[in-house]
């Protein structure tokens, strides 16, 4: 199963600031990636997929690059609803994978 | 509304059985690649399995050795996961999602809210 490595694991900024999440295959999964943000008490909501596509109503400060196995999330200038927690998916081999998330809070 | 709805979570104790729902609205249930995703208490997501829109193909993750049987129902436009010989390591939150498409190599763009299964004796 291929293995996705998150880090930092945790970040701390202020709003305003940039973040900058990055997320490692065992593995290539080609462009097959997803990110997700999560809060306390809420599903998962998609952000991202192949890679770079930002999901219907997601705003333009999230941002995805990378490739193979190396992978980053972007989110240009921090609004105070963006800390949270963030997890990678790779949807490239079965059986589907998560990373171990990367929370953003509070500096 | 594109909507899910998961049910049937609740307190079993080990060795138990339980059966979870995920009733679907606001598109062609069919049509769609659908997973079912747990998260224990204070953990990260965890996939469990998932099959494609034409049902053809059903995916299950390594650990639960065959323990756990997904299926569906289109004439009712819901999801099932039967879970049996349950134990601890069980617990947590279980959410159905939905794939943009057929394709069940893909993300999950519409996630239900989640049902608490606990395992505990």
């Known amino acids: 199963e291929i293995v996705l490595t998150q880090s930092p694991a945790t970040l701390s900024l202020s709003p305003g600031e940039r973040a900058t999440l990055s997320c490692r295959a065992s593995q290539s999964v080609s462009r097959y990636l997803a990110w997700y943000q999560q809060k306390p008490g809420q599903a998962p909501r998609l952000l991202i997929y192949?890679?770079?596509n930002r999901a219907t109503g997601i705003p333009a400060r999230f941002s995805g690059s990378g490739s193979e196995t190396d992978f980053t999330l972007t989110i240009s200038s921090l609004e105070p609803e963006d800390f949270a927690v963030y997890y990678c998916?790779?949807?490239?081999?079965?059986?589907?994978?998560f990373g171990g998330g990367t929370k953003v809070d509070i500096k | 509304e594109v909507q899910l709805v998961e049910s049937g979570g609740g307190l079993v104790q080990p060795g138990g059985s339980l059966r979870l729902s995920c009733a679907a609205s606001?598109?062609?249930?069919?049509?769609?690649?659908m997973s079912w995703v747990r998260q224990a208490p204070g953990k990260g997501l965890e996939w469990v399995s998932g099959?494609?829109?034409?049902?053809?193909?059903?995916y299950y993750a390594d650990f639960l050795k065959g323990r756990f049987t997904m299926s569906r129902d289109n004439s009712k436009n819901t999801l099932y996961l039967q879970m049996n010989s349950l134990s601890v390591e069980d617990t947590a939150l279980y959410y159905c999602a939905k794939a943009p498409g057929r394709s069940a190599f893909d993300a999950f763009d519409i996630w239900g809210q989640g049902t608490l299964v606990t395992v505990s004796s």
């Open positions: 998916q790779q949807c490239s081999i079965w059986p589907l994978t």
């Open positions: 099959f494609s829109g034409s049902g053809g193909s059903t």
């Open positions: 192949d890679a770079s």
């Open positions: 606001g598109f062609i249930f069919n049509s769609y690649a």
